[in-house]
């Protein structure tokens, strides 16, 4: 079984098709907008048969956070509801770690994303998990999985954000991370094919 853990970014709508077709082809998919509590997204995930679940970072204490970044993850809610069936679509903020003056903490939705999948990926070692980053106007393509390729996908002007949340989830255990444009046609899958750079393990060593 693979997982899919998908970081919106600017595209929304468009990915209501890339999820069906993954839940078809019996994938497990998470999904991170960064669009806090957008029903909307839920309820056209619901229209095209696929089952969405809209979770903020705070119900079921789904999300512990810092402003260091996402402390925890409640693994246990998200492998339930994905045994399910169902399609988490996470967004909003964390629950902020006991002793804080704030109630909650706002996250970047890249930084969610990779806490998401590497708290899988350490759940379950034999899974596959991919991360998917989605922003706009990303053109590079191809696979890295060499450090002297990663430095190099740095010095292109890569998004500093995504590849430190490439990094972070590629050290828990994810097998591959994969940056694609979001303003394109099907982004999720344009990005799994041929218009995405695919990061995997070999680039952090």
């Known amino acids: 079984m693979v997982t899919v ?15 069906a077709h ?7 998919v998470v999904v991170v907008d960064g ?3 957008d029903a909307s997204l ?14 903020s970072g705070i119900d079921g204490k789904l999300l ?12 246990d809610l998200l492998e339930t509801l994905l045994d399910d069936g169902y399609v988490p679509v996470v967004s909003g903020p964390a629950l902020a770690e ?3 003056d704030d109630e909650r903490v706002h996250l970047a939705a890249t930084e969610v994303a990779s ?6 990926a350490v759940c379950d070692p034999e899974a596959e998990v991919d991360l998917v980053l989605l922003s706009d106007g990303h053109t590079a393509a191809g696979t890295v999985d060499t450090a002297d390729g990663f430095d190099a996908l740095r010095e292109t002007g890569a998004d500093d954000h995504e590849l430190a949340a490439a990094e972070t989830a590629l050290a828990s ?11 394109l046609g099907d982004p999720i899958i344009a990005a799994c094919g041929n218009h995405g750079t695919h990061i995997v393990g070999g680039a952090l060593s």
């Open 5 to 19: 853990v998908a970081s919106l970014g600017s595209a929304s709508r468009e990915v209501v098709t890339d999820v």
């Open 22 to 28: 993954l839940v078809v082809n019996d994938e497990d």
């Open 35 to 37: 669009h806090d509590g």
């Open 42 to 55: 839920v309820g056209e995930m619901q229209a095209s048969g696929v089952a969405g679940v809209g979770l």
């Open 64 to 75: 512990l956070g810092s402003d260091a970044g996402v402390e925890s993850v409640n693994v």
């Open 98 to 100: 006991v002793g804080s």
């Open 115 to 120: 806490a998401v999948a590497g708290a899988l």
């Open 173 to 183: 255990g994810v097998d591959r991370v994969v940056i694609g444009d979001a303003t």
